[in-house]
């Protein structure tokens, strides 16, 4: 190390003749709280689990109090202020130190309790007068909505920045119309989410004043299970109790177990997590380094081994690929509530004498949250309760069925890589798009340039269009830069208020203006380049600026015209035909719309 004359620090580096050597980052050094007190850290490291956990189990380099120390953070929060929401994507767990939480029960709370605010349907004459209404600067908003005091009547805001939080108003009337529970010292909750990056389940606000709480950063929590199992043990239970039944119960061959089988099942489930739970911003990385590469992806199956077990994705995405050549050629991908390795299961089941290894690799595409259900525990448990009929089903495609009968099947269910092209299949891989609900293809041979999509997007947002026509493209297909409402939406982790958020209609991902408070962590956190940061004005085009004179600046992106009729104003307004929404893990209708 040198010291820095200029600033008196000591510099990171050491200049070589040919090279700049430093040293390399490491995880914990970014702690939650560069200030943690050693007082407090001795206090938490004193209560139940954490001195419970055997110190022998970890390493040396890394102990329970290390772990607290660099991914724990302590927080304090005032009565009715908001821990987490339902339906937020969160990277972190809590656990109560003193006071009480309470946790709103489903139904839950209404959305603007929670920080958002559902779009509202514009009728004909509406949509009508955006044509003469519609202002005549970019980015006009109305400054009484973006004023702290109206943000919604029940809540009031706190803090800025990444501490940003909110307040529930009139707590004693929640209360009293919805149904919660408490939990109090030594409880933890948020953690299932954390690790398995879903939406939070459940509203979970302080119960009193000055509730103390201990946030774990999902890196910290994953290592604590991972060298001791005291909160392993404990998380496995909540999540075996609370989601892992419904889980199992959503797959059809399943569904034929007794009540004392399924118990049976569930205890011999396990869980699994693979990738890179920050994907995104490797993703972003790699991408302008042009060094994407299946062979960096975590293999969950291995092409050629015994099928030990069935696999369910409970989140994310896998790659499913077949060996060709040298390499690996795409056959179709997996997500949430699809599986794999139930075929090769069910035939080495019935065919004993002719037993086969598993067809494919599964490698995991970002991050991805698994089940495990052994193939002891199917061929004893499961297999015997499924009807035939479902286990042909699940043996052979129905391409091979219709064969077998003597039909032809001009739909045959074939892999999807045989129905849009292996070299398409790897562009849309690599490229992450399999991840849209609503993604915005253009077919370039049609596509004139005439940009209607893009003046019709305007339209049906004030003049200020939402989308880029330009994107990453193999042939005549590209994807253009709109937001693709994702099955797994990374822009919603972090969001500090709330403000970005699925809506109710159809479940694209909105953003509350009045609630936005300019932190571009959404923008940060999108892969795709779809949300932009845009400084507002008033409605005669001044800008809006904050006591210090600063600007005010509101994220923004495609909202799917969730507010007009008829849908997205973009699809309908190409006069060829060129443009349209898809939903990419539907492959079959992209084929179909390839080949129209």
Same mark, same amino acid.
């Given at each position: 190390?040198?010291? @820095?004359?200029?600033?008196?620090?000591?510099?990171?580096?050491?200049?070589?003749?040919?090279?700049?050597?430093?040293?390399?980052?490491?995880?914990?050094?970014?702690?939650?709280? =560069?200030?943690?007190?050693?007082?407090?850290?001795?206090?938490?490291? *004193?209560?139940?689990?954490?001195?419970? %956990?055997?110190?022998?189990?970890?390493?040396?380099?890394?102990?329970?109090?290390?772990?607290?120390?660099?991914?724990?953070?302590?927080?304090?929060?005032?009565?009715?202020?908001?821990?987490?929401?339902?339906?937020?994507?969160?990277?972190?767990?809590?656990?109560?130190?003193?006071?009480?939480? &309470?946790?709103?029960?489903?139904?839950?709370?209404?959305?603007?309790?929670?920080? &958002?605010?559902?779009?509202?349907?514009?009728?004909?004459?509406?949509?009508?007068?955006?044509?003469?209404?519609?202002?005549?600067?970019?980015?006009?908003?109305?400054?009484?909505?973006?004023?702290?005091? #109206?943000?919604?009547?029940?809540?009031?805001?706190?803090?800025?920045?990444?501490?940003?939080?909110?307040?529930? *108003?009139? /707590?004693?009337?929640?209360?009293?119309?919805?149904?919660?529970?408490?939990?109090?010292?030594?409880?933890?909750?948020?953690?299932?989410?954390?690790? #398995?990056? %879903?939406? &939070?389940?459940?509203?979970?606000?302080?119960?009193?004043?000055?509730?103390?709480?201990?946030?774990? &950063?999902?890196?910290?929590?994953?290592?604590?299970?991972?060298?001791?199992?005291?909160?392993?043990?404990?998380? @496995?239970?909540?999540?075996?109790?609370?989601?892992?039944?419904?889980?199992?119960?959503?797959? =059809?061959?399943?569904?034929?177990?007794?009540?004392?089988?399924?118990?049976?099942?569930?205890?011999?489930?396990?869980?699994?997590?693979?990738?890179?739970?920050?994907?995104?911003? @490797?993703?972003?990385?790699?991408?302008?380094?042009?060094?994407?590469?299946?062979?960096?992806?975590? /293999?969950?199956?291995?092409?050629?081994?015994?099928?030990?077990?069935?696999?369910?994705?409970?989140?994310?995405?896998?790659?499913?690929?077949?060996?060709?050549?040298?390499?690996?050629?795409?056959?179709?991908?997996?997500?949430?509530? *699809?599986?794999?390795?139930?075929?090769?299961?069910?035939?080495?089941?019935?065919?004993?004498?002719? #037993?086969?290894?598993?067809?494919?690799?599964?490698?995991?595409?970002?991050?991805? !949250?698994?089940?495990?259900?052994?193939?002891?525990? %199917?061929?004893?448990?499961?297999? =015997? #309760?499924?009807?035939?009929?479902?286990?042909?089903?699940?043996?052979?495609?129905?391409?091979?069925?219709?064969?077998?009968?003597?039909?032809?099947?001009?739909?045959?269910?074939?892999?999807?890589?045989?129905?849009?092209?292996?070299?398409? %299949?790897?562009?849309?891989?690599?490229?992450?798009?399999?991840?849209?609900?609503?993604?915005?293809?253009? @077919?370039?041979?049609?596509?004139?340039?005439?940009?209607?999509?893009?003046?019709?997007?305007?339209?049906?947002?004030?003049?200020?269009?939402?989308?880029?026509?330009?994107? =990453?493209? !193999?042939?005549?297909?590209?994807?253009?830069?709109?937001?693709?409402?994702?099955?797994?939406?990374?822009?919603?982790?972090?969001?500090?208020?709330?403000? /970005?958020?699925?809506?109710?209609?159809?479940?694209?991902?909105?953003?509350?203006?009045?609630?936005?408070?300019?932190?571009?962590?959404?923008?940060?956190?999108?892969?795709?380049?779809?949300?932009?940061?845009?400084?507002?004005?008033?409605?005669?085009?001044?800008?809006?600026?904050?006591?210090?004179?600063?600007?005010?600046?509101?994220?923004?992106?495609?909202?799917?015209?969730?507010?007009?009729?008829?849908?997205?104003?973009?699809?309908?307004?190409?006069?060829?035909?060129?443009?349209?929404?898809?939903?990419?893990?539907?492959?079959?209708?992209?084929?179909?719309?390839?080949?129209?």
């Amino acid at each position: 190390m040198t010291p @820095d004359t200029q600033t008196g620090q000591t510099e990171r580096f050491v200049r070589t003749r040919t090279h700049l050597v430093i040293d390399r980052p490491e995880r914990l050094e970014a702690a939650a709280d =560069p200030d943690f007190p050693e007082e407090d850290l001795d206090r938490i490291s *004193q209560r139940s689990p954490f001195r419970d %956990m055997e110190l022998t189990n970890f390493p040396r380099s890394l102990p329970p109090r290390e772990i607290l120390r660099k991914d724990a953070r302590l927080r304090k929060y005032a009565k009715g202020e908001i821990v987490v929401r339902a339906g937020d994507y969160g990277t972190s767990a809590f656990h109560v130190v003193s006071g009480k939480v &309470r946790v709103v029960l489903p139904p839950g709370l209404p959305p603007a309790a929670l920080g &958002r605010r559902e779009p509202e349907r514009k009728d004909f004459f509406q949509l009508l007068a955006q044509l003469w209404r519609n202002p005549r600067f970019p980015e006009v908003r109305d400054a009484g909505e973006l004023a702290a005091s #109206s943000v919604v009547s029940n809540l009031k805001g706190r803090r800025t920045g990444a501490d940003a939080g909110v307040f529930l *108003q009139d /707590i004693p009337r929640i209360l009293d119309e919805h149904k919660s529970a408490t939990l109090g010292p030594g409880d933890f909750f948020g953690e299932i989410a954390a690790l #398995s990056r %879903m939406p &939070r389940t459940a509203t979970v606000f302080a119960d009193g004043e000055d509730v103390e709480l201990l946030e774990i &950063r999902w890196q910290g929590l994953r290592d604590l299970m991972k060298y001791d199992d005291t909160l392993r043990k404990h998380i @496995d239970g909540i999540y075996r109790t609370h989601a892992l039944s419904s889980h199992l119960q959503a797959i =059809p061959i399943f569904r034929h177990l007794t009540e004392e089988q399924f118990k049976l099942v569930l205890k011999e489930t396990q869980f699994g997590t693979y990738g890179n739970y920050d994907w995104s911003g @490797d993703y972003k990385r790699l991408a302008r380094a042009g060094a994407l590469n299946p062979e960096r992806e975590e /293999i969950v199956v291995q092409e050629g081994d015994y099928p030990n077990g069935i696999i369910l994705i409970r989140s994310g995405f896998a790659r499913l690929s077949q060996r060709f050549g040298h390499g690996h050629c795409t056959l179709n991908y997996l997500g949430a509530g *699809q599986h794999y390795g139930l075929r090769e299961i069910t035939h080495n089941w019935l065919e004993r004498e002719r #037993s086969v290894n598993f067809q494919h690799s599964l490698r995991v595409v970002g991050y991805t !949250h698994t089940l495990f259900v052994p193939t002891a525990v %199917m061929e004893e448990i499961v297999l =015997p #309760s499924v009807p035939v009929e479902e286990l042909m089903a699940a043996l052979f495609s129905k391409a091979e069925l219709d064969k077998s009968r003597g039909l032809d099947s001009p739909n045959a269910d074939l892999d999807a890589g045989s129905k849009i092209g292996s070299e398409l %299949m790897e562009f849309l891989t690599e490229n992450r798009l399999f991840n849209g609900t609503a993604t915005m293809v253009i @077919d370039l041979d049609r596509c004139t340039r005439c940009d209607d999509c893009v003046r019709a997007c305007a339209a049906a947002h004030e003049n200020n269009p939402r989308f880029l026509r330009h994107g =990453p493209s !193999h042939g005549n297909v590209m994807v253009a830069q709109a937001c693709m409402h994702c099955a797994d939406p990374v822009c919603m982790i972090g969001c500090p208020t709330g403000a /970005i958020h699925r809506s109710s209609f159809e479940g694209e991902v909105v953003i509350n203006q009045s609630t936005c408070i300019g932190c571009q962590a959404c923008a940060n956190n999108c892969p795709y380049e779809a949300i932009r940061m845009v400084e507002v004005r008033d409605k005669k085009g001044a800008f809006i600026v904050d006591q210090d004179m600063k600007p005010i600046v509101k994220a923004t992106k495609c909202d799917l015209c969730v507010d007009q009729m008829g849908g997205p104003a973009c699809e309908r307004a190409c006069p060829h035909g060129a443009l349209k929404r898809l939903n990419m893990n539907n492959l079959d209708f992209f084929a179909r719309w390839l080949h129209r």
